[in-house]
């Protein structure tokens, strides 16, 4: 199981900001059983810990209080960001109670290669890639592999019953759902088409309409021309 360090956060509000110009990562811990705890700790193990544990894998936090040392399961429930870094800017551990289930969302990963994609040219549609999970927390997946070497033909279809999960996890998904699917090149063609098209046939249109007003204005001065005319033999003949 991964660790983290933490201790007990006296700064709160806007005085937190210092802290993380010195790369300390302000944090909460709260959950059913505990009081809730202001921490703070080292910005660059957090983000290797997270990495690998993500949002549903339990991790083991030391929090350090004076001289006193406690060891505490909890999951990374939340992180804030910054919107323009992405670097997490605050992170919320929630201490579960181990004996009940709870729900989670997990990332599906998708691995190996869709014949159907590789020999028939087709395209790789993901319907969905993450998937909600009910289990106890110590039994909850950091992700679900799909393999979609079974999609050889653009009839097959990866279906959420068809994931293998780890004993004692259950997904809130209705088992028909389809994850992942290969649309054939000729669908992806017509649908990149079709704005094309319409295009087309918007400045056709308009190209008719000023060839019409040409046309118009074209005639209307032939007749101005001949009126000219006949008024000009007129006055010649008086």
């Known amino acids: 199981m991964l660790s983290l360090s933490a201790k007990i956060r006296k700064e709160i509000g806007k005085k937190v900001k210092p802290l993380r110009k010195r790369g300390i990562l302000p944090a909460v811990l709260y959950g059913p059983e505990i009081k809730n705890l202001n921490l703070e700790l080292d910005f660059n193990e957090f983000e290797k810990v997270y990495k690998e544990a993500g949002e549903s894998s339990l991790v083991s936090l030391e929090v350090k209080e004076d001289k006193k040392k406690d060891k505490k399961l909890v999951l990374i ?81 990866i279906l959420i019953k068809d994931l293998k999960l780890p004993e004692g996890v259950k997904i809130l998904k209705d088992q028909k759902e389809i994850i992942t699917l290969v649309t054939p090149p000729e669908k992806v063609e017509e649908e990149l088409a079709k704005p094309v098209e319409e295009k087309v046939e918007e400045i056709e249109k308009v190209k008719e309409k000023k060839e019409k007003e040409e046309e118009e204005e074209k005639e209307e001065k032939e007749e101005k021309q001949v009126e000219q005319m006949k008024k000009e033999e007129k006055k010649k003949e008086k």
């Not at 992180?79 to 004996?99: A, G, I, M, N, S």
């Not at 709870?102 to 969905?128: C, M, R």
């Open 77 to 157: 429930h939340e992180v804030q960001k910054d919107p323009l870094t992405e670097k997490p800017t605050h992170v919320d551990f929630y201490q579960p109670r181990l004996e009940e289930e709870i729900e989670a969302k997990v990332p599906l990963i998708f691995e190996g290669e869709a014949l159907a994609q590789k020999d028939l040219g087709g395209t790789l549609v993901k319907n969905i890639t993450e998937v909600e999970v009910k289990a106890k927390p110590q039994n909850l997946p950091k992700e679900i592999r799909v393999n979609i070497g079974s999609l050889k033909t653009f009839e097959d279809k």
